[in-house]
């Protein structure tokens, strides 16, 4: 069984950073996209960026300008670096990984705990 393990979160001021992790807990085949949403209570899961296996991101809305989003495919792991962080950014970030385990199984998607992320003064 996959699990994502999540890691990062924190209570931050405005205008502070934080850099969240996730790490496959198991040795997997491949892992084709990765990405990280988040969720605020009351709303639905939205899509932060996402990252391919050779690199290539996206990004939705003001993340573009202040989230990166990288991965070390050695260490099956998806990060997301969070500069210039604003109270708006306080949700529950998960990341999302679309996961082969073996060369015979069908990729399926597999998400993590999830992190709280909280900007306040």
């Known amino acids: 069984q996959v699990q994502l393990v999540e890691s990062g979160g924190g209570l931050v001021q405005p205008g502070g950073s934080l850099r969240l992790s996730c790490a496959a807990s198991?040795?997997?085949?491949?892992?084709?996209?990765m990405g990280w949403y988040r969720q605020v209570l009351g709303k639905q899961r939205e899509l932060v960026a996402d990252?391919?296996?050779?690199?290539?991101?996206h990004y939705v809305g003001s993340a573009k300008d202040r989230f990166t989003i990288s991965r070390d495919n050695a260490k099956n792991t998806v990060y997301l670096q969070m500069n210039g962080l604003k109270p708006e950014d306080t949700a529950v970030y998960y990341c999302?990984?679309?996961?082969?385990?073996?060369?015979?199984?069908?990729?399926?998607?597999?998400w993590g705990q999830g992190t709280q992320v909280t900007v306040s003064s």
């Open positions: 999302n990984a679309n996961v082969q385990t073996t060369y015979r199984a069908p990729a399926d998607y597999y």
């Open positions: 198991v040795s997997i085949f491949r892992i084709n996209n």
């Open positions: 990252i391919t296996s050779d690199g290539r991101t």
